[in-house]
């Protein structure tokens, strides 16, 4: 794909520009824009990194405090000229701060250029989720869009709906003196369910790794819900009152000695692949909420039509059932390799992913 931005062996990257969008192993020599916060979009070591504001937290906390970072406001207004073309980032829904990066040579067209306007999505989803920065698709000519959900077997059900299940579990298991605890992604999808919760039926608990993006969240200008450290007598005092409460945990807590000391619990896991009934058995769970930070398949294709673009670039996912769907429909779509491929792309079940 010709164009302002090229496919590399350490991902995209815009020659006229001099900089990669979420490069694979950055080196100090790299300008990086990044699309979000993610580690499998987000990597240390880059000599520089350029994302949306209210990223910034969220990324110190991931990359440490010694990576040299700028913050860029949202839309056209906060276009930053970068070599011989204009960057702007567009909120693209997924987690607080993830953006869309548009990217448009200064003084029109170029020779060799093809693609026009690009708009490179990272992980995104058109549901607002009350926490993140609400999507916005602008319009471009080459798009750039993610796929991990790209096969029309997803099909989200409303978050209100989804909450509303999960609140009215969480309450069925505590009139039986039980404690919830729900796996959630420490980066976003923790902060949405926190968000979204009935705190009036008990109190809320965090793993220690999702208190810190908590934080990250609050500095970026989030208003959260507090939910103090779970410790084993402040989640067991509150189920002996009556009030069992609910855990928030990162997967890899499920199974420590520090979930144990909760005494009886019920778990659930909050991802999109809990649409697949083998993997909710895999996992072991006693519920599965489908709910996820990415676009399901009408979400795709919506924002595809919302971009008005001509040429598709399919990454991360099912790559291939999009596209092909796409090309069907006279559209010019490929694949664009990506480092995470393997079944459904980075997902949540993986330690690096987000669904
Ligand atoms: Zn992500």
Redesign the pocket.
Known sequence: MPGLIIETDRGLYCPAGGFHIDPWRPDPSMRAVIT?G?SD?ARPGAGEYVCARTCVPILRARLGAGAAMSGVEWGAGGAVRVGDVRVSLHPAG??LGSAMIRVERVGGRAEGDEGGVWLVTG?YKLESDGVSEPAEIVRCDTLVTESTFGLPIYRWRPQATVFEDLNAWWRANQGEGRTTVVFAYALGKAQRVLANLDLSIGPVFAHGAIRRMNEAYAEAGARLPDAPAADKAGVRAAAKAGRAGLVLATGSADGSAWMKGFGDVARAQCSGWMAVRGTRRRAGMDRGFVLS?HADWDGLLSAVAASGATRVGVTHGYTGALSRWLCERGLRAWEVATRFTGEGGAGESEPAG?A
Do not use: A, K, L, R
């Open positions: 979000h993610h979009h997924h987690t992980d930070d987000s």
